[in-house]
């Protein structure tokens, strides 16, 4: 049998093996102005990737323009199942531009914003807020 069809399995495993895409939630700034977004955590989360990168009971990205946020939650895609974790664990998320404040503040709601900024067709591993 050629070499070369014999590595066609090993690297075929390789390729779809080291996929795995990181797994984050991140907030955009489109303004031509600074935006803060502010997400207060639920007390009772135990949620480390939420945890780790918060002061005191929250986490807070003071955004210039065309600047990021990002809150990292390892490799792996967005389930249904993740993303009610991940709202269950937020209290609220407060996205606030020089002239609006929207504040999320039920589950519901800032179950809706995480759930509907899901990008991807395979891989569903990033959720892009873009404040406009």
Known sequence: MNANIKLLPF???????????AHDILF?????????VKINLDPKTDNYNLK????????????????VGCISFGI????????????????VIEIETRDIKTIYKSKKAINTILDEN???T?????IEINIK
């Open 76 to 91: 792996g895609n967005w389930s249904k199942k993740e993303i009610q974790e991940a709202a269950n664990s937020i209290k």
């Open 11 to 21: 690297l075929f495993l390789i390729l779809f093996a080291s996929c795995d895409p």
């Open 122 to 126: 395979l891989f569903k591993s990033l």
């Open 52 to 67: 780790r990168i918060a002061v005191g009971d929250s986490i807070v990205f003071d955004l210039k323009k065309d600047s």
């Open 118 to 120: 899901v990008k991807g």
């Open 28 to 36: 955009i700034n489109k303004m031509n102005t600074s935006v803060k």
